[in-house]
């Protein structure tokens, strides 16, 4: 059955969008070209708020929740509604869709929480309002500043045709997470793990000593996009041209790319599991390395505390010598409100989620990279917790060399990333040639670029 | 079969004779050693044929056994999972233990479960009878009468049956909205109050009712309506009863439906089982508490209507 739904979910969510595509036409006149007004003090305005981190229970809701009380207390005139995305899916793949449906019905949310991947479509078919045009550039920059500004990286991973259209709110980088006492009983103490082809060799030592593959990679497993990209660029390849029309990923830097992550399943090191496996592998003991998403560090080390193991991390390793290219993953903050009051309510409360106050909270409660990240200098309010927390470390240093995640452009965004997946997979696990099957996937995934 | 026929023992001597064989007695004193051989020799049939019977069973009791265990699996993995401690979330020791019912105690703490389950339980009852009400009404007229396109009528209901849920969600959705009953349990139930299942199975039933009853209460002055409630129905509870439960079980385990109605409350148990599972990870072991809690009213269902659960499941597709 899942199958069957999940295919008529897309066949609606597609419907959703030919029909949102109709509409955009208006939502995009109707942008307000006049910054909005500041509201009264005793205007009342009431507000929905959609989170992601609302469908997940526990430290996600309690924190999110906790932040919009404590926003109300700030500001009494504004009563904010939070609610998750509708319907099924994992956590934060649904988010778009949601919203389509609301919309369609005429009542989408007035602030939400996107991910990056759908910056295009958010900003020209869903009706996302450029936030620099409704409260001006310099609100937006002072904002992001202050005592503790945004990361310079970070800032703009939300601006679309030199407009802002979202707060960037909480995002992660691929990190390189090892179980370093597996890595001791294979003889490799302090391992320098800043190349693939030194990862491979800490890998084969490990697999030699267990026996079984010991590396797993989210990135080359569907849904792991977002980091494959960071791959990709590491090695020099785009899968989207800068003039955003044409696809890369049959280029001979992309080819060359999936060939090596397929010669680490070749030789026995790369562990050939789902996502949902690959994030159990390291706190089963099944693995001895992931390069993942930095968000799973808490899960991780709640595990190696529970097992008697010793959990480090290292950044995403590089090609030889040409850097490493880390991208982020996690999502922004919208206004998609059309009233000019709920607009400015929504404005200061995508103010308040990313304030030095917010990322107190979302840091040491859930986890997540502050990005304000002078907050974990000496003399921030989240310098201890930084210091009790290492791991940190190589995520904050990626930021430097931090590249947005690309969101293609058009309807069809989802089916491309989706056709990047299956070709990576096909390639690096179920040893397909990378040259025709990354070049059938270019050809598929151009047909689709508007 | 063959050793049904086995004469008992003679006694010699007994003063019951009752179960001894008309031939038997006729025979007078001689029949103990003859009945002897007789005993011996249907001893072996009995024997041989229990041993064909049993090898020629076997394959299938074999192939049972482990459907059974593959279905049962699960179930147990629920249980022993949602009892371990959390960090042994990931055992893959197929013996139950250590105990403890942390998990439970984070369920409890994490999400409001017991108001959960109430909900759903509303929601499941009141789409099961609505389901049931349109059914009855629909199908006796089906069945009653005959009338202009009939077929045609009925082959929609049919077609309205194999059209996928999610063809539909979007304008149902729209629909409620228009209604304004988003984020009500009314909003879930209305778009589903008639179930094309529900229809043809009761059909399928009320065709096999016989028309001399039908008729009887007529002739006693019934109108049509009195006659579906006085004779038809008190007739079919227990195709009710099994029909009833099986439309509770299917709205019980409905998620997606209710997920889009219901966005802006965490009312529903699957909405509140989902928050486990998470972008960062899933906790296994609070999903599998939460799960066993979900279950309880199914298997409260199964242990107290058993039979009719059978009825409903096995009797739907024969029939």
């Given at each position: 059955m899942r199958p069957l739904r999940s295919i008529a979910l897309t066949i609606a969510a597609g419907t959703a969008a030919l029909a949102l595509a109709g509409c955009s036409g208006t939502s995009q006149a109707s942008t307000v070209t006049n910054q909005i007004p500041e509201l009264k003090s005793d205007q009342q305005v009431n507000i929905t708020f959609e989170s992601y981190n609302l469908a997940q229970a526990g430290v996600w809701t309690d924190t999110v929740k906790g932040l919009v009380a404590d926003f109300e207390k700030a500001h009494p005139n504004i009563h904010v509604t939070a609610q998750a995305p509708q319907g099924g899916g994992a956590v934060g793949s649904n988010t778009v869709s949601s919203v389509q449906t609301q919309l369609l019905a005429g009542h989408a949310p007035d602030v939400a929480q996107l991910t990056f991947d759908s910056l295009d479509f958010a900003a020209t078919q869903l009706g996302a309002q450029p936030i620099s045009d409704l409260v001006g550039k310099d609100a937006v920059d002072q904002a992001l500043g202050?005592?503790?500004?945004?990361h310079p990286n970070a800032k703009h991973l939300a601006d679309w045709n030199g407009k802002t259209y979202g707060i960037p709110y909480v995002f992660s980088t691929p990190v390189l997470f090892y179980n370093a006492t597996k890595l001791a009983d294979a003889g490799?103490?302090?391992?320098?793990?800043?190349?693939w082809d030194k990862v491979e060799a800490a890998a084969k030592a490990v697999t030699a000593k267990t026996?079984?593959?010991s590396l797993d990679i989210s990135c080359t497993s569907i849904g792991g996009n977002w980091c494959m990209q960071g791959v990709f660029k590491s090695n020099g390849?785009?899968?989207?041209?800068d003039d955003r029309k044409t696809i890369g990923f049959g280029s001979d830097a992309a080819i060359d790319t999936v060939t090596k992550m397929a010669q680490l399943s070749k030789d026995g090191v790369l562990r050939n599991a789902d996502s949902n496996a690959q994030f159990e592998g390291l706190p089963k003991g099944d693995t001895a390395f992931i390069l993942t998403t930095s968000a799973l560090q808490g899960s991780f080390m709640s595990a190696a505390t529970k097992g008697g193991w010793q959990l480090k991390a290292a950044g995403m390793p590089s090609f030889g010598s040409k850097p490493a290219v880390p991208t982020n993953s996690g999502s922004a903050l919208f206004v998609l409100s059309q009233d000019p009051a709920k607009q400015r309510a929504g404005w200061e409360l995508i103010k308040f989620m990313t304030s030095d106050h917010a990322y107190e909270q979302i840091s040491t409660k859930i986890g997540y990279l502050p990005l304000r990240t002078s907050l974990t200098a000496a003399g921030g309010s989240l310098y201890d917790w930084a210091q009790k927390n290492p791991l940190l470390a190589p995520n904050l240093v990626q930021l430097d060399r931090l590249q947005p995640w690309v969101s293609y452009p058009g309807n069809s965004y989802v089916q491309i990333d989706d056709i990047l997946g299956k070709a990576v997979e096909n390639v690096v696990y179920y040893g397909k040639d990378a040259k025709t099957t990354m070049a059938d996937a270019q050809k598929r995934a151009q047909d689709l670029i508007p | 079969m063959a050793f049904i026929t086995i004469a008992p023992p003679a006694q010699p001597g007994?003063?019951?004779?009752?179960?001894?064989?008309e031939r038997s007695k006729a025979s007078g004193p001689t029949t103990a050693p003859a009945a002897g051989l007789r005993r011996t020799r249907f001893a072996s049939l009995r024997l041989g044929s229990l041993r064909t019977v049993f090898l020629r069973t076997l394959p299938s009791h074999v192939l049972l056994i482990a459907l059974a265990i593959v279905s049962i699996f699960p179930i147990y993995w629920m249980f022993v999972t949602a009892f371990r401690p959390p960090s042994d979330?990931?055992?893959?020791?197929?013996?139950?233990?250590?105990?403890?019912l942390e998990n439970f105690q984070y369920v409890l703490k994490t999400i409001p479960i017991a108001g959960m389950l109430a909900n759903t339980f509303g929601m499941a009852l009141a789409l099961a009878a609505s389901q049931l009400l349109v059914a009855i009404l629909a199908s006796y007229g089906f069945a009653r009468w005959d009338f202009v396109g009939k077929k045609a009528l009925y082959l929609l209901f049919v077609g309205s049956w194999l059209v996928p849920f999610q063809v539909t969600m979007i304008p149902n959705y729209l629909l409620v909205s228009q209604m304004g009953l988003l984020n009500t349990i009314t909003g879930v139930v209305i778009p589903q109050l008639c179930s094309a299942f529900a229809v043809m199975m009761l059909r399928q039933h009320l065709e096999a009712f016989p028309k001399d009853l039908l008729d009887a209460s007529q002739m006693d002055g019934r109108s049509s309506w009195r006659t579906l409630w006085e004779v038809v129905v008190p007739n079919l509870r227990p195709a009710l009863a099994a029909l009833g439960i099986m439309l509770f079980i299917s709205a019980w385990n409905e998620y997606l439906w209710p997920s889009l109605i219901m966005q802006k409350s965490d009312a529903l148990i699957q909405v509140g089982i989902r928050g486990f599972l998470g972008a960062e990870g899933n906790n296994w072991g609070a999903i599998m508490a939460a799960s066993s809690l979900a279950c309880l009213p199914i298997f409260l269902i199964y242990i107290f209507l058993q039979r009719y659960v059978v009825d409903a499941f096995v009797r739907s597709g024969l029939k």
């Open positions: 202050g005592a503790h500004p945004f490799i103490a302090n391992p320098d793990l800043s190349t026996g079984k593959p390849a785009q899968v989207l041209s | 007994s003063a019951d004779t009752s179960t001894v064989p979330a990931l055992s893959i020791n197929p013996l139950p233990g250590p105990l403890s």
